[in-house]
């Protein structure tokens, strides 16, 4: 028998859900922003220019990129919870890993090397897949609490760092960063991070018991579908534009006269407005179209561009680019995941979100690249400026030209009486 789960008795059995998935989400973001406040100690330690210094997140986000596909096979195959416990303790074990970087291009690109391994566990593609499974009425809202993990990990890694840094030196300060986290995080996925496929609920469950029953495309059917090529050009374009800006957020404001302790404090609003936007681009995908949401939301950091542009050393332009970024940092994972869910259901969730994991990997290993080699070519960050707002653009315009969703094949059934 079938029958509707509502929205609130989603949040009674599974609110602690979105919150631990948001945690780990976290952890996959921990060589993006737990990196910023580093891109200047490093640079000035051995001498690199910042590109030199940046492309060993273009290694890990290219490496990991190219996977994503398989990963999101493998958490299909064996449940999210599995996968993204090895995760934690690979991507925390290979940050803290930088640490022993010699200076040695070789040495930085292979430890780089080590970081994107450590990457494929902890890929969005994990979290919400779980996140997915329990929460169909209010997916909107549950995938955007999950994805403020990353809006939480921006506010506190680059005021961490900079303390860190500050107190200890960044080699200490890396490690370190790296080390508290997986001691706050691993416990807590561990006892509580389940995903509907990863219940095992005896063959004598009560009749009340509710379970989901994932249908949807299959990856050969969701590799046909143009809606799914629609959505890696705004991946793609929007993660270029918003991970470039952001990694060299930090850099912009101490090129304009701010200190490296208030460049981060001003980086750090990114994270806190990030909040406020996910939570509130999740609760606007559940009452309107995903796609119009979604381009109007790729729209907002045109204004931190501009901005900058006019007068980068002004601090209340500094504060508002912060602000703006914030509102829609990380809306393109959670408008690209809820998207994927409707266009393409649950069957093969992992596998077809992980395609598009893998242009927002790829936008966010050429992203903060392009940045730092134009700084490095120019001696500021103007023309890449500009070029995000082109990008910016592109992904709002991809968004636009979808159609909604079809209803049958991303369709949910929940199945009372079910083991």
């Known amino acids: 028998m079938t029958t509707p789960v509502g929205a609130a008795a989603e949040w009674r059995r599974f609110w602690f859900l979105p919150l631990i998935a948001g945690l780990g989400y976290a952890t996959s973001v921990l060589h993006v922003y737990g990196f910023t406040s580093f891109i200047v100690p490093i640079s000035q330690a051995f001498d690199w220019s910042r590109a030199q210094v940046s492309s060993g997140v273009t290694v890990a986000a290219l490496l990991s990129g190219t996977c994503s596909i398989p990963v999101g096979i493998l958490v299909d195959k064996f449940g999210p919870r599995r996968v993204g416990l090895v995760g934690i303790l690979l991507m925390t074990g290979s940050i803290a890993l930088l640490s022993t970087a010699s200076g040695e291009k070789a040495n930085w690109i292979m430890l780089w090397v ?116 629609k959505l890696l050009a705004a991946a793609g374009f929007f993660s270029f534009a918003i991970i470039g800006t952001v990694l060299h957020f930090a850099p912009m404001l101490t090129d304009s006269g701010a200190d490296p302790i208030r460049a981060g404090s001003i980086a750090a609003m990114i994270g806190m407005f990030s909040l406020i936007g996910r939570l509130g681009t999740g609760v606007l995908l559940d009452r309107f179209p995903g796609h119009i949401v979604g381009a109007c939301a790729f729209l907002i950091p045109m204004l931190a561009c501009g901005l900058l542009l ?110």
């Not at 370190?176 to 001691?183: E, L």
């Not at 063959?203 to 990856?219: E, H, K, N, Q, Y």
């Not at 979100?353 to 080699?373: I, S």
């Open 114 to 229: 080590i970081v994107a391994i450590g990457t494929l566990c902890v890929q969005a593609t994990v979290w919400t897949s779980a996140v997915a499974s329990r929460f169909v009425a209010s997916r909107g809202l549950a995938f955007a609490i999950t994805l403020t993990g990353a809006s939480v990990a921006q506010m506190i890694y680059p005021v961490l760092g900079a303390w860190l840094i500050g107190a200890y030196g960044w080699r200490t300060g890396i490690a370190g960063m790296a080390g508290i986290w997986a001691a706050m995080v691993f416990p807590l996925v561990w006892f509580l991070f389940r995903g509907a496929r990863e219940d095992k609920q005896p063959a004598d469950a009560p009749s009340s018991t509710v379970a989901i029953v994932l249908t949807g495309m299959t990856l050969a059917e969701g590799l046909r579908s143009p809606s799914l090529y």
């Open 310 to 419: 006019v007068d980068g050393a002004d601090s209340v332009n500094q504060m508002i680019a912060a602000a703006s970024l914030g509102l829609t940092l990380g809306a393109e994972v959670d408008v690209i995941a809820f998207l994927a869910a409707k266009h393409f259901g649950l069957k093969n969730f992992g596998a077809l979100y992980g395609t598009m994991q893998m242009a927002l990997a790829l936008g966010t290993a050429f992203g903060p690249l392009a940045a730092g080699a134009v700084f490095d070519r120019n001696g500021s960050y103007e023309p890449f400026l500009m070029l995000t707002i082109g990008m910016l653009a592109a992904s709002a315009i991809a968004l636009f030209s979808m159609s909604s969703p079809p209803s049958e094949p991303a369709k949910e059934a929940r199945v009372a009486g079910a083991a």
